[in-house]
């Protein structure tokens, strides 16, 4: 046995026992007629291919074979959510506060989200005039730089967007990094059709002499989205469920936490480490019920992977 060989058996064990033993050998000889004869280690295209594909088997065993479709209709929702978003913010960014109010700003922006909101835009971009692939890419750019954003801020002493509002962005960047390879053209022209709407529906609602970026705007327009994306998606899952498809329920299991994300702010208000009469949130209040609400939506689809399990077990004694 060659080390190639070898080390494409233990990529195997992604796969479960019953199916290694089925089409373990099967598999391995296809990989390594198709590598060079020169290789010694699998391709990360290999390895994750065998990844992937040992977690689809994994799932069909245990009942959960509508998972993964799930995610990937989670994934577009999310994108869309997150490209409105960005389309939202980046118009709010050009309007910093006045000087006397005394609020730092950064120029004619009110912060370094306005470059943050910007790189939220180009996956949207991407997808519609590339692929799913260098969408992906454009999104892991823009989840860098929301990252980036909080320490480049706090070491240089330059305003940034709130915590608040970078936490969900981050949890539906993560979620939209799973979008399908093949998506319908609609469905590609839907993102970039969307930033446009709704950065024309925050220029109309939200006029420049009425409010101000970060103040209760920060607090409405997640709150807003969130609701609007727990409706779309339970609708989504309703109607899917009654012609018997249960990726809608996956998905809605999957946007869990960016949900509940979108409405961090009422939960920390509500609790006893709010800051009373304003938009601002204490930050170990706000650090517990995001680490909270994180675990919410992993271990919702565990649970609920544990209980497909548990029935498919149950079915042939039946």
Do not use: K
Request: aromatic share 6%; glycine share 10%.
């Amino acid at each position: 046995m060659t080390d190639l060989e070898r080390r494409y058996l233990w990529l195997l064990r992604a796969y479960p026992a019953d199916y290694r033993r089925a089409r373990g050998a099967e598999i391995v000889g296809t990989y390594l007629d198709l590598a060079d004869p020169e290789r010694r280690w699998p391709s990360p295209a290999d390895a994750a291919d065998l990844a992937r594909g040992g977690v689809r088997q994994r799932l069909r065993a245990v009942g959960a074979a509508g998972l993964i479709p799930g995610v990937r209709l989670a994934a577009v929702l999310s994108l869309l959510t997150a490209t409105a978003l960005a389309a939202v913010w980046s118009v709010l960014e050009l309007r910093p506060p006045a000087p006397y109010w005394g609020i730092p700003a950064l120029g004619p922006v009110a912060t370094l989200g306005a470059g943050v909101w910007v790189g939220w835009l180009l996956p949207a971009l991407a997808l519609a005039v590339g692929s799913a692939r260098w969408a992906r890419r454009a999104i892991g750019l823009a989840l860098l730089l929301t990252v980036v954003a909080v320490p480049v801020a706090e070491l240089a002493g330059l305003p940034r967007p709130p915590l608040f509002i970078l936490l969900p962005q981050v949890a539906l960047g993560l979620v939209a990094l799973a979008l399908p390879d093949r998506l319908s053209m609609p469905v590609r022209l839907a993102q970039p059709l969307t930033a446009v709407g709704a950065a024309v529906a925050t220029e109309l609602l939200y006029p420049w002499e009425d409010h101000y970026y970060y103040g209760w705007t920060s607090i409405q327009i997640p709150q807003g989205v969130g609701l609007a994306l727990l409706a779309v998606t339970l609708l989504l899952a309703i109607g899917l469920l009654v012609g018997g498809d249960r990726r809608g329920l996956w998905a809605a299991l999957t946007l869990l936490t960016p949900i509940c994300l979108l409405r961090l702010h009422d939960l920390v208000a509500a609790g006893p480490t709010a800051l009373h009469g304003g938009p601002n949130v204490d930050r170990f209040g706000l650090a517990v019920a995001a680490t909270a609400v994180t675990l919410i939506g992993p271990a919702a689809l565990g649970g609920a992977v544990a209980l497909a399990g548990r029935a498919r077990r149950r079915t042939p004694a039946s």
